[in-house]
Structures are given as structure tokens and as C-alpha cells.
């Protein structure tokens, strides 16, 4: 590997493109090539931040001994294949949330980089905002937590929707709301039950777009989890994240518009914005891209440890969470994990 680790980036669309601008702004990272089925869409992003070739052929950059990280910011259905598939030619892999779709495409791709010996990190940034990492360290050790991610009605016709392509609120977006629970009860889940089902895409009968779960911690927490898209909500905003301690709470709302935290028996009794660096003061680092970029080329450079990451087994554990609580609402009981 030269100095700099080659990137390449499989999908350059929405998250694809995200994730290129703050790459851009790593010194130890070099834009190589640009994927894209719609050539166009990586002629885009590289008419913004540069690279040095775009293509439609993601073989080129699983062939290109320049590029050591390759990023997959693909639809849902094209994770596993494409994951493997930069496994197999011994690239350091990034794949977006969720990892798969199904707990064996999952385990799949986690076969395949433990054969290949590579590195994978999903993308769950949120570990990496400050907002979050401040509920962690101010209760480390909850013993309630309440969970929220909620979304106004996505449309039918969305990708996101589709039950191939994106698999609805819960497997599609819930994932971010499982991973954030686990990071913040700091133990594995062993129980969930939920009811919910499909209570806003009846056209779409297979996809699941709301759950309302109740998760145990392997060492005792317990948390109250909703997700979905049924509207949005008025005062807390799309994610909320409630941490109950005992003598100490923490709220966090208004995640995607203004984040503030309020405590109950911490001083000072507010977290927001104004208490970051100024260049931090902005959505994709109060969101975490940022620092999650950093931590990803450190590691394939550097080999220094993401400890904050989400790797293999931490999207696996994500998908693993949405799929039992799909079970628990279609059985009627409790799923272990
Ligand atoms: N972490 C987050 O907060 C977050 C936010 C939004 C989306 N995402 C995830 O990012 C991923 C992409 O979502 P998006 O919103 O950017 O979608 P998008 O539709 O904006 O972009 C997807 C891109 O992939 C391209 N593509 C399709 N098939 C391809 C192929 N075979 N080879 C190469 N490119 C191909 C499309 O042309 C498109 O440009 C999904 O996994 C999504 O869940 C994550």
C-alpha cells in the first residue's frame, strides 16, 4: 500500500457521495475510482471531489491493485454479493446499514472476510456522534433505555420500500435504532419482543414498516424500542434516545435538526451544539460521518483499531435485532437472541 489508502466507492448516489466529500478532506486518503451502474452519477461526484477514473464495472476496482478500501453504498440487495465479492479480492471493505437483509446474507459476508483476512466496517456512524458518545459516558450503565427512530410515510414506490431492494422501515432503517441500543446498554441483547407489522404499506404486504420492541440486556437493562414510518414526531424529532440511570437521566432529541440533551441529575443540565469545537458544529459531524471516515482510513492505514466502529459481528447483530422483533411480532413470542 502507498501512503495514502486507495479508496473506491461502489454506488455513488446519496450515501455514496456523502461519504466521498468527507473522505476528500482525509489526508490519508486517496479517491481512486468511482462505480456507479449510471455513469453519469459517478461523473458527478467526481466533477465535485475528483478520483482518477469513473466506471460502470465494479470488477475494475475489485481489479485494481491501487485501491485498498472499497466502499459499498449500494441498495440493500447488492451488499452480500458485493461485499464477497470485495472480500475475495482482498480489499478492506465498508458497507452501508444495514449489512444485509436476512441474518444468513449477514453471516455470509462475515465468512467471507474472516477467510479473506480483511477488515469490514458497517455503517452505523452514530457510535461515532458526539452526541451519542456523551449519553454514553455520562451513563455508561443504564437500566432503562428508550429508544425512537421515526419517519413520516415513505412512499410506496421507494427503493427503500422495496422487499428486495431495501426492505422496509424496520430492516432498512430500525438497524440504526438496534445498534445505537446495544451500544448504549453496552451488552449484548438476549430477548426481544415486539408487536407492530404493517400498519402503513398494506399494498406492500411483505415488508414490516413499524415495530414497537422490548429488549433485554444481558446485563439486566431493558429498553423500550419504536421504529418505522407512521409520522413524525412533533416534539422530539425523528430520533430520540432516553437513558435512565437511576440517580442520573439523559434525553436526547431534535437529533436531525437541533441536538440537544437535557440531564437529570448531571451538571450542566444541557448538551448541545454550542458545546462542540466550531468545526464540528455541523449535521455530518454532529452525525458522526466524519469521525467514522477518520477512524476508517486510520485503520486501513495505520491499523489502528476503530473502537468505536460498528465491524462484522456488530452488523450482524443489528439485522439479527430487526429480524427476530419481525418474528416476535409474526409468532407472538419473545425471540432469543
Ligand atoms: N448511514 C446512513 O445514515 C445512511 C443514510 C442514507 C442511506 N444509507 C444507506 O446507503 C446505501 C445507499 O443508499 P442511498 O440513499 O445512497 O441510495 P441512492 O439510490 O442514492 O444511491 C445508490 C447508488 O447505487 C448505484 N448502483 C445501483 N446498482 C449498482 C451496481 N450494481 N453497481 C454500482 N452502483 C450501483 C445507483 O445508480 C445509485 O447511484 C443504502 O445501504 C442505504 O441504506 C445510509
Same mark, same amino acid.
Given at each position: 500500500?502507498?501512503?495514502?489508502?486507495?479508496?473506491?466507492?461502489?454506488?455513488?448516489?446519496?450515501?455514496?457521495?456523502?461519504?466521498?466529500?468527507?473522505?476528500?478532506?482525509?489526508?490519508?486518503?486517496?479517491?481512486?475510482?468511482?462505480?456507479?451502474?449510471?455513469?453519469?452519477?459517478?461523473?458527478?461526484?467526481?466533477?465535485?471531489?475528483?478520483?482518477?477514473?469513473?466506471?460502470?464495472?465494479?470488477?475494475?476496482?475489485?481489479?485494481?491493485?491501487?485501491?485498498?478500501?472499497?466502499?459499498?453504498?449500494?441498495?440493500?440487495?447488492?451488499?452480500?454479493?458485493?461485499?464477497?465479492?470485495?472480500?475475495?479480492?482482498?480489499?478492506?471493505?465498508?458497507?452501508?446499514?444495514?449489512? =444485509?437483509?436476512? !441474518?444468513? /446474507?449477514?453471516?455470509?459476508?462475515?465468512?467471507?472476510?474472516?477467510? +479473506?483476512?480483511?477488515? @469490514?466496517?458497517? &455503517?452505523?456512524?452514530?457510535?461515532?456522534?458526539?452526541?451519542?458518545?456523551?449519553?454514553?459516558?455520562?451513563?455508561?450503565?443504564?437500566?432503562?433505555?428508550?429508544?425512537?427512530?421515526?419517519?413520516?410515510?415513505?412512499?410506496?414506490?421507494?427503493?427503500?420500500?422495496?422487499?428486495?431492494?431495501?426492505?422496509?422501515?424496520?430492516?432498512?432503517?430500525?438497524?440504526?435504532?438496534?445498534?445505537?441500543?446495544?451500544?448504549?446498554?453496552?451488552?449484548?441483547?438476549?430477548?426481544?419482543?415486539?408487536?407492530?407489522?404493517?400498519?402503513?404499506?398494506?399494498?406492500?404486504?411483505?415488508?414490516?414498516?413499524?415495530?414497537?420492541?422490548?429488549?433485554?440486556?444481558?446485563?439486566?437493562?431493558? =429498553?423500550?424500542? !419504536?421504529? /418505522?414510518?407512521?409520522?413524525?414526531?412533533?416534539?422530539?424529532?425523528? +430520533?430520540?434516545?432516553? @437513558?435512565?440511570? &437511576?440517580?442520573?437521566?439523559?434525553?436526547?432529541?431534535?437529533?436531525?435538526?437541533?441536538?440537544?440533551?437535557?440531564?437529570?441529575?448531571?451538571?450542566?443540565?444541557?448538551?448541545?451544539?454550542?458545546?462542540?469545537?466550531?468545526?464540528?458544529?455541523?449535521?455530518?459531524?454532529?452525525?458522526?460521518?466524519?469521525?467514522?471516515?477518520?477512524?476508517?482510513?486510520?485503520?486501513?492505514?495505520?491499523?489502528?483499531?476503530?473502537?468505536?466502529?460498528?465491524?462484522?459481528?456488530?452488523?450482524?447483530?443489528?439485522?439479527?435485532?430487526?429480524?427476530?422483533?419481525?418474528?416476535?411480532?409474526?409468532?407472538?413470542?419473545?425471540?432469543?437472541?
Amino acid at each position: 500500500m502507498s501512503d495514502k489508502v486507495g479508496v473506491g466507492i461502489i454506488g455513488c448516489g446519496g450515501m455514496g457521495s456523502h461519504h466521498a466529500r468527507n473522505l476528500a478532506k482525509i489526508e490519508g486518503a486517496h479517491l481512486r475510482g468511482f462505480a456507479d451502474v449510471r455513469l453519469e452519477s459517478a461523473q458527478n461526484l467526481h466533477n465535485e471531489v475528483g478520483c482518477d477514473y469513473c466506471t460502470t464495472q465494479v470488477q475494475d476496482l475489485f481489479d485494481d491493485d491501487q485501491i485498498d478500501l472499497v466502499l459499498i453504498c449500494t441498495h440493500h440487495d447488492l451488499h452480500v454479493p458485493l461485499a464477497i465479492q470485495a472480500a475475495e479480492a482482498g480489499k478492506q471493505v465498508f458497507v452501508e446499514k444495514p449489512l =444485509a437483509l436476512t !441474518i444468513e /446474507g449477514c453471516e455470509q459476508i462475515q465468512e467471507a472476510v474472516e477467510r +479473506a483476512g480483511v477488515k @469490514l466496517m458497517a &455503517g452505523f456512524q452514530a457510535r461515532f456522534s458526539p452526541f451519542i458518545a456523551k449519553l454514553k459516558a455520562v451513563i455508561p450503565e443504564p437500566l432503562v433505555i428508550v429508544g425512537q427512530l421515526v419517519d413520516p410515510r415513505w412512499g410506496d414506490e421507494s427503493w427503500a420500500n422495496d422487499p428486495i431492494e431495501g426492505g422496509g422501515n424496520v430492516l432498512s432503517q430500525g438497524c440504526h435504532m438496534f445498534d445505537v441500543m446495544y451500544w448504549l446498554a453496552g451488552a449484548e441483547p438476549v430477548t426481544i419482543y415486539a408487536e407492530g407489522g404493517n400498519l402503513t404499506h398494506p399494498k406492500i404486504p411483505e415488508i414490516t414498516d413499524s415495530v414497537v420492541a422490548t429488549i433485554r440486556f444481558a446485563n439486566g437493562c431493558v =429498553a423500550s424500542a !419504536i421504529n /418505522g414510518d407512521f409520522g413524525a414526531p412533533a416534539l422530539a424529532g425523528k +430520533a430520540f434516545y432516553e @437513558l435512565f440511570g &437511576g440517580t442520573k437521566t439523559a434525553t436526547l432529541y431534535g437529533y436531525y435538526g437541533t441536538p440537544t440533551i437535557k440531564f437529570w441529575g448531571v451538571e450542566p443540565a444541557e448538551f448541545t451544539m454550542e458545546n462542540l469545537p466550531p468545526e464540528a458544529r455541523n449535521s455530518s459531524a454532529a452525525h458522526g460521518y466524519v469521525d467514522e471516515m477518520k477512524a476508517l482510513i486510520d485503520w486501513v492505514g495505520k491499523d489502528i483499531d476503530p473502537v468505536n466502529a460498528a465491524k462484522v459481528e456488530d452488523g450482524v447483530r443489528a439485522t439479527k435485532l430487526g429480524i427476530k422483533a419481525i418474528e416476535a411480532i409474526k409468532t407472538g413470542q419473545p425471540q432469543h437472541l
